[in-house]
């Protein structure tokens, strides 16, 4: 261009300047969430934090035999932190830099430079298929097209001029410039969308908050029950004086642990992020990116779902949809086929290929197309085929009756969402133009004889899978919404092709500034069209404060702020590095069709998760409920640390690992912690009168405590398993196979003496085995009515 010359840009001087000035356009984009980030979700956590100091605890008393817990907080921490870890390198080695190198004008000549060395003030010189890297102001261009797709979600390229502004991460479609920096780095558009949607926060799980409640609840209660029971054992040890004396304080306090470290749900806190880590595993293997565990249960509880029309519901790229014939006249389709297969073709006429083959005859004259013209020709002898917008080539329909239909036909076209074109026929001019040599003609050298002879629709190319995937979560409850930076019209359409209805498309200049009334508008329409990122993140908000759990996938940088602000982001791999980086999921492949099973994955995470909390919940339940119990009773704790953990693997622990990862397509309903608390606090008050009867019969029968913790172990192990078989209905072979394995392990500790003399079981006198069998079995009838209660309770609630 010859603009160029005229330009000599920045002096070496100049450049190396504002460079160590830090006006450079040097920025580390984040490509996917931080080390810190997954490290602090997954090791500083309340749970790690009550069990972790336990466990110290128990190491400075030396009753390291007491301190096995400990690595459920350890195995959580690894677990959740590796699995992330491995989502974040993949997404590292996913991100590749979309604009390598960057034109510019240095000392008079034309150089290219990496990317993150343009500095501002730089002159950019610009052409199709360039990526801008930074901001600019357009100095001199011709014929300039910019697709800002990515950052507007506009699919038609706009038209750029001298003055306009290009934005970096816009792509060059048409024409050239020169254009002269004025934002880099952070500061730049791109990056300070980014920037904002990068702000660190957890997804919202209900069964992570729902866990986290629980603890909350105990970390409150757990200083004072311990120092309760810390009391009861000093005193039963013959007083505080007579236990630091004579050393007995250290299994006071190591009873006290145990009746503290018994009320944390230990293994539904392991149990959780198993599950989550083995479904993003299995995930993986669609080709879908777990970023956060949780994501896998999240998308499990969404009621609407917002889509980004380009990437999601579309490719992005333009398909030929129709022609409409408006007149006979020979050769339009040969004609057709000419403007297909020219090699500056744009990607509309390009479409056409398909369609129209490439005529033998060869052209005596042509126009090249130009985004200022909005039109191409073609000459074939004496006639002159014009393709273009119909308002560009008959600007003026006058009182002509065919180019009266023809504009109320291309307009009932575009208002029905298809990109529509006109092909005109006309007497060629006397002295043709060469066809090497592109003219840049008035509007008046469309033939004034010229006369419509079809018009063609363009509409964009949609996903195959994007109808199956609508109508399945249209039958599984899931409101859909899809909002873009595009025509409305153009989206409402693109929405009816899918199945969806929608008659028309709501514009986004015409969004209310009352958050209220918004949400009012976003329940009662499906499509919106021209919305900006910021009023895509205002709907989201609208939405969830409507009470939805909503989701919102993308894959601009316009997306970005939305998808960080909805209960769970879902980002094609196709789209921009910063959005990938806050979304929870990723689409490897691009395939929308992969949600439903990210919906079943959840689903069975939800359901299953949900069972074997009542295992757990019941023991928190009993544990909180028989340390008060037995410190306010002054009563000597029934149970060692290690006999806890013991009785925990073998009715909660190794049985909920099975039954967590049984197949499960139950849908989701609410209310989760309630429906686990309605069966697990009942259950626990029964286990808890039952092992303080037991231990205050046989403590008034002179049964030494070494027996009477032996008969506790074996009344709770026994009454846990029956509890397991409760939840375990209706009975599969699985089910069923498990319980019947625990059993024999039960018996097995008893049995193999190293087991025997590390757990410090001994053999049970006649009047303990009563006592055990009688209260076991009085507690299994007990629970039993319990889970029938609770069944019909859930099941009216529901």
């Not at 492949?589 to 009542?614: C, K, W």
């Not at 007990?782 to 309770?793: A, F, K, S």
Request: aromatic fraction near 6%.
């Amino acid at each position: 261009m010859d603009a160029e010359a005229a330009m000599p840009g920045l002096t070496s001087a100049q450049v190396a300047e504002r460079a160590a000035a830090g006006r450079s356009n040097a920025y580390r984009e984040s490509t996917s969430r931080s080390a810190w980030s997954i490290i602090r979700a997954n090791v500083f956590t309340l749970f790690n934090a009550i069990v972790g100091g336990c466990f110290v605890l128990l190491l400075v008393i030396g009753r390291w035999q007491d301190a096995l817990f400990g690595f459920s907080a350890l195995a959580n921490a690894v677990i959740g932190s590796v699995q992330e870890f491995r989502a974040k390198r993949a997404l590292d080695r996913l991100a590749l830099l979309n604009a390598p190198a960057a034109r510019v004008l240095r000392d008079g000549a034309q150089s290219s430079v990496a990317v993150d060395a343009v500095v501002l003030d730089d002159a950019l010189v610009l052409r199709a298929g360039d990526q801008v890297p930074a901001d600019a102001v357009i100095m001199t261009s011709r014929d300039l097209a910019v697709d800002e797709s990515l950052l507007t979600g506009e699919a038609e390229p706009a038209d750029k001029a001298q003055g306009d502004r290009v934005l970096s991460g816009s792509v060059i479609v048409d024409g050239e410039a020169v254009a002269i920096v004025d934002r880099v780095g952070a500061d730049s558009f791109v990056n300070s969308l980014a920037a904002e949607a990068r702000r660190f926060s957890l997804v919202a799980s209900e069964l992570r908050s729902s866990i986290n409640r629980v603890l909350g609840w105990i970390a409150w209660i757990i200083v004072p029950v311990a120092a309760l029971v810390l009391n009861a054992q000093m005193i039963a040890q013959g007083g505080w004086r007579q236990a630091l004396m004579s050393g007995a304080w250290q299994d006071a306090a190591t009873a006290a642990i145990a009746s503290v470290i018994a009320m944390v749900p230990l293994g539904l806190v392991l149990m959780t992020s198993v599950a989550f880590a083995l479904g993003a595993i299995r995930l993986a293997r669609e080709q879908v990116l777990v970023q956060e565990l949780a994501a896998v249960e999240v998308l499990a509880r969404v009621d609407l779902i917002c889509l980004d029309k380009t990437g999601t519901l579309t490719h992005g790229d333009v398909v030929f949809d129709a022609a409409h014939p408006l007149a006979e006249r020979p050769g339009w389709e040969q004609a057709l086929g000419w403007f297909a297969a020219q090699p500056d073709a744009n990607a509309t006429a390009r479409s056409l290929a398909a369609s129209f083959a490439e005529p033998q005859e060869t052209a005596t004259a042509a126009v090249s197309f130009s985004s200022a013209r909005k039109w191409s020709a073609v000459t074939f002898g004496d006639d002159m085929w014009v393709l273009g917008a119909p308002e560009f080539v008959f600007p003026s329909p006058g009182a002509d009756a065919a180019l009266a239909r023809m504009a109320s036909d291309a307009t009932r076209l575009t208002e029905a969402g298809r990109r529509t074109l006109v092909l005109a026929r006309g007497t060629a001019p006397t002295a043709p133009t060469a066809p090497t040599a592109p003219t840049a003609p008035a509007e008046d050298t469309v033939p004034p004889d010229a006369q419509p002879v079809a018009l063609l629709t363009f509409r964009e190319r949609i996903r195959p899978d994007a109808a199956q995937t609508l109508t399945y979560f249209a039958a599984q409850g899931v409101g859909v919404r899809i909002i873009s930076g595009d025509n409305p019209q153009t989206v409402a359409a693109i929405a009816r092709d899918v199945g969806l209805d929608a008659p028309h498309g709501f514009d986004a200049r015409d969004l209310p500034d009352d958050d209220a009334e918004l949400g009012r508008v976003m329940e009662e329409n499906v499509v919106f069209g021209r919305v900006t990122p910021d009023q895509k993140r205002r709907m989201v908000v609208a939405l969830k404060a409507a009470g939805h759990t909503v989701a919102m996938t993308g894959d601009g940088v316009n997306d970005a702020l939305a998808i960080k602000e909805a209960d769970i982001g879902v980002a094609m791999n196709s789209g921009s590095a910063a959005t990938k980086a806050v979304a929870r999921l990723v689409l490897l492949d691009g395939r929308f069709s992969h949600l439903p099973a990210v919906v079943a994955e959840g689903r069975q995470v939800i359901a299953n998760i949900e069972r074997v909390s009542m295992l757990f919940f019941t023991k928190t339940a009993y544990a909180t409920f028989l340390a008060v119990t037995f410190g306010v009773l002054l009563l000597p704790y029934p149970f060692l640390p290690r006999q806890l953990s013991i009785t925990d693997g073998l009715t909660i622990g190794i049985p909920a690992f099975v039954l967590a990862l049984l197949p499960n397509a139950r849908r989701y309903v609410p209310g989760f912690l309630r429906r686990s608390l309605t069966f697990a606090v009942p259950a626990g008050v029964v286990v808890t009168i039952g092992v303080s009867a037991y231990a205050w019969t046989t403590a008034g029968l002179g049964i030494p405590q070494v027996e009477i913790r032996t008969g506790a172990t074996l009344l709770l192990a026994v009454v846990g398993l029956w509890i397991l078989a409760a939840l375990s209905r209706p009975v599969t072979v699985i089910t069923a196979l498990v319980v019947v394995a625990m059993v024999a392990g039960l018996a097995l500790l008893f049995w193999v003496p190293i087991a025997r003399d590390f757990l410090e079981f001994v053999p049970l006198t006649a009047p303990t085995a009563i006592a055990v069998a009688v209260t076991a079995t009085v507690c299994s009838a007990l629970i039993t009515v319990v889970r029938v209660v609770h069944l019909r309770v859930t099941a009216d609630a529901r």
